[in-house]
């Protein structure tokens, strides 16, 4: 486990997706949300932009894997399972259909952006990874252990990141990435800049679509301006799909499209199911589409990620791959909560 160090200066919903009905609340004041252009962006030399032939095979199952070359994770803040029926987001809906998916995943405890994202992409509990604040604190340096991204650079795959919140940065050393670009706007922006990067190629990519949390808080879940701001969520994940088809990287590329959170009222963070309850989509090579039974955990999205690229998973991790959506035995205990 890697020590801490210090910055230089500077959520049960288990709804069909046709029955579901949206809470009642009173609606705040609305407020703006910014939309100023790119904070800051890292950029070190490129890597290795797609999967080497594995030298070990460390996956829990003697079945080959599926050809998968690169992974790409997208992460929609706050969007709730119930929500993508409701907006529609048909993009996503498409993706669900052609791939595995589940609508009761749960995310950790609190159920906030920063500990939730660094889970997904950590593989564990925040007690271990250690990131328990959701502010932007440099001075608090990153998660502690082994990230997906540690995995992935190391292996010589490129990294990136492109994210909407500053606060992101803190989930795994800027050494683990090649590109790490914050991108203060909405979500199709976000995308778009994202886009551009694929071409150059890439092993592992993480793309952070912030707008739905946003909304959520200003107007509240499942509101209409949040419902509109989904809809645009959707339109960036096609933005996203787009990008690798004219690459011509689409089909050797396993997509995982799911959330941090949910959220209730204005807020999230509690033990409520509406705030701990996550969509989790994964489509590509060797997915059998289907509604998974498996009792999946935010902490699994790092775990799947790793197993389908060939990489070893680190023992403190607390996910597990989710062998059901490639049509495998999964002999892995999943209890719920996965971090209590």
Same mark, same amino acid.
């Given at each position: 486990?890697?020590?801490?160090?210090?910055?230089?200066?500077?959520?049960?919903? @288990?709804?069909?997706?046709? $029955?579901?009905?949206?809470?009642?609340?009173?609606?705040?004041?609305?407020?703006?949300?910014?939309?100023?252009?790119? $904070?800051? !962006?890292?950029?070190? +030399?490129?890597?290795?932009?797609?999967?080497?032939?594995?030298?070990?095979?460390?996956?829990?199952?003697?079945?080959?894997?599926?050809?998968? =070359?690169?992974?790409?994770?997208?992460?929609?803040?706050?969007?709730?399972?119930?929500?993508?029926?409701?907006?529609?987001? +048909?993009?996503? &809906?498409?993706?669900? #259909?052609?791939? $595995?998916?589940?609508? !009761? @995943?749960?995310? *950790?405890?609190?159920?906030?952006?920063?500990?939730?994202?660094?889970?997904?992409? %950590?593989?564990?509990?925040?007690?271990?990874?250690? *990131?328990?604040?959701?502010?932007?604190?440099?001075?608090?340096?990153?998660?502690?252990?082994?990230?997906?991204?540690?995995? @992935?650079? =190391?292996?010589?795959?490129?990294?990136?990141?492109?994210?909407?919140?500053?606060?992101?940065? &803190?989930?795994?050393? +800027?050494?683990?990435?090649?590109?790490?670009?914050?991108?203060?706007?909405?979500?199709?922006?976000?995308?778009?800049?994202?886009?551009?990067?694929?071409? &150059?190629?890439? /092993?592992?990519?993480?793309?952070?679509?912030?707008?739905?949390?946003?909304? /959520?808080?200003?107007?509240?879940?499942?509101?209409? #301006?949040?419902?509109?701001?989904?809809?645009?969520? %959707?339109?960036?994940?096609?933005?996203?799909?787009?990008?690798?088809?004219?690459?011509?990287?689409?089909?050797? !590329?396993?997509?995982?499209?799911?959330? %941090?959170?949910?959220?209730?009222?204005?807020?999230?963070?509690?033990?409520?199911?509406?705030?701990?309850?996550?969509?989790?989509?994964?489509?590509?090579?060797?997915? &059998?589409?289907? #509604?998974?039974?498996?009792?999946?955990?935010?902490?699994?999205?790092? =775990?799947?990620? @790793?197993?389908?690229?060939?990489?070893?998973?680190?023992?403190?991790?607390?996910?597990?791959?989710?062998?059901?959506?490639?049509?495998?035995?999964?002999?892995?205990?999943?209890? #719920?909560?996965?971090?209590?």
């Amino acid at each position: 486990m890697k020590k801490l160090r210090l910055l230089p200066p500077f959520i049960l919903l @288990a709804a069909a997706l046709t $029955a579901c009905l949206p809470l009642s609340f009173s609606l705040p004041t609305p407020t703006t949300v910014s939309s100023a252009t790119a $904070a800051f !962006t890292e950029t070190l +030399p490129p890597t290795q932009t797609s999967m080497p032939e594995p030298t070990s095979t460390p996956a829990p199952t003697a079945t080959a894997r599926p050809n998968v =070359a690169r992974v790409l994770i997208v992460s929609v803040d706050g969007m709730r399972p119930d929500a993508i029926a409701l907006a529609p987001m +048909p993009v996503l &809906q498409s993706l669900m #259909q052609t791939g $595995a998916y589940s609508l !009761t @995943a749960q995310t *950790i405890f609190p159920s906030t952006t920063l500990p939730a994202h660094t889970s997904m992409l %950590d593989g564990m509990c925040p007690s271990k990874h250690g *990131i328990t604040w959701d502010t932007y604190e440099p001075d608090k340096g990153y998660a502690l252990g082994t990230s997906l991204f540690d995995l @992935a650079h =190391a292996s010589g795959l490129r990294t990136i990141m492109v994210v909407g919140k500053d606060k992101l940065r &803190q989930i795994t050393d +800027p050494a683990s990435t090649d590109v790490f670009q914050y991108v203060n706007d909405p979500d199709t922006v976000v995308a778009q800049r994202a886009a551009t990067l694929i071409p &150059q190629g890439f /092993g592992l990519f993480f793309v952070h679509l912030p707008s739905p949390d946003l909304e /959520g808080h200003a107007y509240g879940w499942l509101s209409s #301006q949040q419902l509109s701001a989904l809809r645009h969520s %959707d339109d960036a994940i096609q933005t996203l799909l787009t990008a690798l088809d004219q690459a011509g990287l689409r089909q050797s !590329t396993l997509i995982i499209v799911t959330a %941090d959170h949910g959220g209730h009222d204005t807020t999230h963070g509690t033990w409520q199911p509406e705030d701990m309850t996550i969509p989790w989509i994964i489509n590509g090579p060797g997915i &059998q589409p289907k #509604q998974l039974a498996s009792a999946i955990n935010t902490t699994d999205t790092a =775990a799947t990620a @790793a197993w389908a690229l060939g990489l070893s998973q680190p023992t403190e991790w607390s996910g597990h791959p989710v062998l059901e959506a490639f049509g495998l035995n999964d002999p892995a205990e999943r209890p #719920q909560p996965r971090c209590p």
